[in-house]
């Protein structure tokens, strides 16, 4: 997806004391005689109780809750929720339902809650979902998951579209579904041909999309946003964010993300008992993060047996003065054990010109990062006579040269063990908080969809669930601040060194101050917008 650019102009609607609100398209934009309906909500038995179940439509979230007292109100996103009046009759709504990208805890809990949401709440019976398929029998049986999610042959995600490959779903079809990990429609990554995308939800006469995924995907949704927009048509383009990795900007956490932390516990618990089970042990543990640390921020901190936890966000060194095998040498001497949890994307600087294949990318536009299998496994084996499960090559690199720090200086012999628990915290169901959290997401598009609004993305903004533009979501990713209190709370609790310079900490604050929308922002808003109504 990294090629797509829809050209999207944000809805900025301004108010007294600095108030400005980044608003979400509405159906009525460019369809402006639309015609309105009742919610079927006010004749719910379930709604009867509610005092108050309709949102009003002044209604918004801000962006930020800590403010001082000459602060302007700033920015504010519109809260999620059923609205009084509805822009579909319920028997007139094709609704359709798409995954794209990686697997995650949760997709099939969203999906389940998409069609329950629409069928229940508002009496929806017409909905499909884009399921992925293979030119051949042989390769779906026979092929791992990985190779066929990225390999041509997969029809599904975005190419599911053009690919007609679709299944009904209903109430009773997607009942238990939650309870299984993965998704029931499957997923593949690229696939993205916006035109063909718009064709077919044309020719089908879908008037209602919902797409789950990660950064990329959104950017494919807004696209597909925009050219709908484009031919006018009375399609709701809805995206639920889907990253296990918690990399999106602006919402407070992605869904998966707090199963993704809790089944990492039993990684590095399996790292913890292996090191200190033999001699000068090293459990290393790889979790997912490949450009934001937080699943291995959050696990280490949850767990209290991390020592030393490397972040893609965070440089470090190796060798000299406060670097990681100096601290490496100290833990060992002093505990006789350590565990190491690094996120994917760490050290990549350290082994840029060894890893040619930085240069290469999946169908996502995501880098990639070799895994050299069982052939470096051997090799390992064989020169440092330490067990290992198969290693990606920046792991290889670190590993090696621990090694041989060590091997060279003749000061210890090391046992090393290495667990990557990658697939098997993707492929598992949702825990409890998170199937509460997929269900309120689910919902909150189901209404936004209905009440007519379009091109945005549901989410939690400090505790709220929120209706978020597409660029908003996709203009730049979220990342640890090592320069915040989070990260000196995992620092104070591994008593790990920083491992930043000076430079380092310099250009952590640039990012942290282009990361996190200031007061100057919200006054450049307020100066002038491509679209701009004073409330």
């Given at each position: 997806m990294a090629g797509i650019k829809p050209e999207c102009t944000l809805k900025i609607v301004k108010g007294e004391f600095g108030y400005v609100l980044e608003d979400v398209p509405h159906l009525t934009d460019y369809l402006p005689d639309l015609p309105t309906y009742s919610n079927p909500l006010q004749d719910n038995p379930a709604y009867s109780v509610v005092k108050q179940y309709f949102v009003d439509h002044d209604d918004t979230v801000p962006k930020k809750v800590v403010v001082q007292k000459e602060s302007p109100r700033g920015i504010h996103f519109r809260r999620a929720g059923p609205r009084q009046r509805v822009y579909f009759e319920s028997d007139d709504v094709l609704a359709c339902i798409v995954t794209c990208g990686g697997l995650c805890p949760g997709l099939n809990t969203?999906?389940?809650?998409?069609?329950?949401?629409?069928?229940?709440?508002?009496?929806?019976?017409?909905?499909?979902?884009?399921?992925?398929?293979?030119?051949?029998?042989?390769?779906?049986?026979?092929?791992?998951?990985?190779?066929?999610?990225?390999?041509?042959?997969?029809?599904?995600?975005?190419?599911?579209?053009?690919?007609?490959?679709?299944?009904?779903?209903?109430?009773?079809?997607?009942?238990?579904?939650?309870?299984?990990?993965?998704?029931?429609?499957?997923?593949?990554?690229?696939?993205?041909?916006?035109?063909?995308?718009?064709?077919?939800?044309?020719?089908?006469?879908?008037?209602?999309?919902?797409?789950?995924?990660g950064d990329g995907t959104q950017k494919g949704a807004a696209a597909i946003f925009e050219e709908i927009r484009r031919r006018c048509l009375k399609v709701s383009v809805v995206g639920i964010p889907k990253t296990i990795d918690n990399d999106i900007a602006i919402i407070d956490k992605s869904f998966g993300f707090d199963t993704a932390v809790e089944e990492a516990q039993r990684a590095i618990n399996a790292?913890?008992?292996?090191?200190?089970?033999?001699?000068?042990?090293?459990?290393?543990?790889?979790?997912?993060?490949?450009?934001?640390?937080?699943?291995?921020?959050?696990?280490?901190?949850?767990?209290?047996?991390?020592?030393?936890?490397?972040?893609p966000e965070s440089p470090f060194y190796l060798e000299g003065k406060g670097g990681l095998f100096e601290y490496i040498e100290k833990t060992l001497k002093e505990n006789g054990h350590m565990v190491i949890v690094v996120a994917e994307g760490a050290g990549q600087d350290l082994i840029a010109e060894s890893m040619k294949s930085m240069e290469h990318e999946d169908a996502s536009g995501n880098k990639l990062l070799l895994d050299v299998g069982l052939w470096?496994?051997?090799?390992?084996?064989?020169?440092?006579?330490?067990?290992?499960?198969?290693?990606?090559?920046?792991?290889?690199?670190?590993?090696?040269?621990?090694?041989?720090?060590?091997?060279?200086?003749?000061?210890?012999?090391?046992?090393?063990?290495?667990?990557?628990?990658t697939y098997m915290i993707r492929a598992i169901p949702s825990n409890a908080s998170d199937n509460v959290y997929c269900t309120l997401l689910a919902q909150s598009a189901v209404h936004g969809a209905m009440a007519g609004y379009t091109g945005f993305t549901v989410g939690l903004v400090n505790g709220r669930h929120t209706y978020i533009p597409f660029e908003r979501v996709t203009e730049q990713g979220n990342k640890v601040i090592i320069t915040d209190r989070m990260w000196a709370r995992l620092l104070s609790s591994t008593n790990q060194p920083s491992f930043l310079s000076s430079k380092d900490v310099e250009e952590a604050d640039s990012a942290d101050d282009l990361q996190k929308l200031t007061v100057d922002e919200t006054k450049s808003l307020g100066n002038g917008s491509p679209i701009e109504n004073a409330i």
């Open positions: 969203v999906i389940r809650e998409i069609v329950c949401g629409l069928s229940y709440m508002y009496g929806v019976n017409h909905i499909l979902g884009i399921e992925v398929r293979t030119n051949c029998c042989i390769t779906k049986c026979f092929l791992p998951w990985a190779d066929i999610l990225n390999s041509k042959e997969a029809y599904g995600g975005y190419r599911g579209f053009y690919a007609r490959n679709t299944i009904q779903l209903s109430p009773k079809s997607v009942n238990d579904i939650h309870k299984r990990g993965g998704t029931i429609l499957g997923t593949s990554r690229g696939g993205h041909d916006t035109s063909k995308i718009v064709d077919n939800i044309q020719d089908r006469g879908i008037n209602q999309v919902y797409i789950i995924g790292a913890h008992v292996e090191a200190e089970s033999g001699e000068n042990g090293i459990g290393v543990v790889k979790l997912m993060g490949r450009y934001s640390g937080f699943i291995a921020m959050y696990a280490t901190l949850a767990s209290r047996d991390v020592d030393c936890c490397l972040i470096l496994s051997q090799r390992i084996k064989v020169r440092y006579k330490f067990k290992s499960r198969t290693l990606p090559i920046y792991l290889f690199r670190i590993v090696h040269d621990v090694l041989d720090y060590f091997a060279r200086r003749q000061r210890m012999v090391i046992n090393l063990k290495y667990i990557d628990p």
